[in-house]
């Protein structure tokens, strides 16, 4: 890769290389207990996960979805998601902030070229973070970029700024999406400490708060022409680029989903008061309160079933990428990322409703589970996936090719 290797980091120790899908899911779940213990505290307090990023990076899970042809193990969906899930339902800004970084992954397999494939896979075994520049605030809609890439020489200028960037605080690689003169969508991997390349640590939502989405701003920032992906070109054919960035949101709702599950399951048995009409002496032992449960458990089990099953159509639409089996894989994809969406919303809320007034103290911080739960499901609204697949069913018509399906 030439000028691009000379640019990566050197000194840094390599990640672990994982053999197997159940090695990785062991790790995530290891990992996850770890992360767990510190979350509630990292939310009050702001503070930014890095060890926890670095700790991450080195397990080797960054790395899962390299193809094998670039000596990696290039996991099913299915695992992908359910390890964001198992990371998310530690703490959910952990479990977002490489969503960003397999994304590009995934983007990078369908077109990069195969000297861009090497190096940047390479790159990821290695350990290396990806974090992504790419929703701007003050365009006509998400869709629309003001950033530009422009030629230079025998490279690019970058100038833009960008809202959201997520990842992009703990990350080597800051990947840019900007509109070429042409107006085509183009990925750019520039170093983190690149010259012109300016973050800023500005995120304030009020839920997902530690997932360092701030500002980047680029002021005529070079990157080198081997570092430039069309990424367009993942959006004029029947890929999967847009499947895998929305089945990892889905994981990342469903941890948030089951978090809330498992806080109001230790909240109605150890806290809760049972109300005064319902005759029993344990919250635990009332009825009403046992059949919500039930409603939660098995609307959590239906999500679960729902991403595994829309993995397993991303999953053939990568080995077959025909335009039935990409269009099979959105829909279910799009199912998923709703049922996902409305268990989180569901289960945060019922965690209130169920352990009563005395869960909505501020010390126990459990409404981070809602907080970030309404904060992630704002993302992709959920009653356009309503409408793509209604519309795909009733008119025949094809879904849209973009990141969001």
Do not use: C
């Amino acid at each position: 890769m030439g000028t691009i290797s000379q640019l990566s980091e050197k000194t840094k120790l390599s990640a672990h290389r994982i053999a197997s899908e159940e090695e990785a899911l062991e790790i995530a779940r290891d990992l996850a207990g770890e992360f767990a213990k510190r979350s509630n505290e990292r939310d009050t307090d702001r503070i930014l996960p890095f060890e926890e990023l670095d700790t991450l990076a080195q397990s080797g899970l960054l790395a899962i979805t390299v193809p094998s042809d670039y000596d990696g193990i290039d996991v099913s969906n299915v695992v992908l998601a359910e390890i964001i899930a198992i990371l998310s339902s530690a703490d959910s800004s952990i479990g977002q902030i490489p969503q960003n970084h397999f994304y590009i992954l995934e983007a990078l397999r369908t077109d990069g070229t195969e000297e861009q494939k090497k190096f940047f896979f390479g790159r990821a075994l290695a350990g290396d973070r990806f974090g992504n520049a790419l929703s701007e605030k003050d365009t006509k809609t998400v869709g629309d970029y003001a950033t530009r890439l422009t030629p230079d020489g025998l490279g690019h200028r970058l100038n833009g700024r960008k809202f959201y960037s997520t990842g992009v605080l703990f990350a080597e690689w800051v990947v840019v999406f900007a509109l070429d003169p042409d107006e085509k969508l183009t990925m750019s991997f520039v170093p983190r400490g690149a010259e012109g390349l300016q973050v800023i640590d500005d995120w304030d939502g009020f839920g997902q708060r530690t997932t360092g989405s701030g500002t980047t701003v680029l002021q005529n920032v070079y990157v080198t022409a081997d570092a430039v992906v069309r990424h367009h070109r993942g959006f004029e054919r029947p890929t999967t680029i847009g499947s895998v960035g929305q089945i990892i949101h889905a994981g990342i709702d469903l941890g948030i989903a089951r978090a809330a599950f498992a806080e109001t399951l230790d909240f109605v048995r150890n806290r809760a008061r049972p109300w005064m009409d319902s005759g029993v002496e344990r919250a635990a032992d009332d009825p009403l309160t046992i059949a919500r449960i039930g409603q939660l458990a098995i609307r959590l089990e239906a999500a679960t079933a729902i991403v595994e099953r829309a993995g397993k159509k991303v999953d053939i639409a990568q080995i077959n990428g025909t335009e039935e089996s990409v269009i099979e894989a959105t829909l279910a994809v799009a199912a998923a990322k709703v049922l996902t969406t409305e268990i989180a919303l569901e289960a945060s809320n019922t965690l209130f409703e169920l352990a009563g007034t005395s869960s909505t103290r501020i010390g126990l911080n459990l409404d981070r589970h809602w907080r970030n739960a309404r904060t992630h499901t704002l993302h992709d609204p959920v009653r356009w996936k309503y409408h793509v697949v209604g519309n795909y069913h009733l008119n025949g018509a094809t879904p849209p090719k973009n990141g969001s399906l």
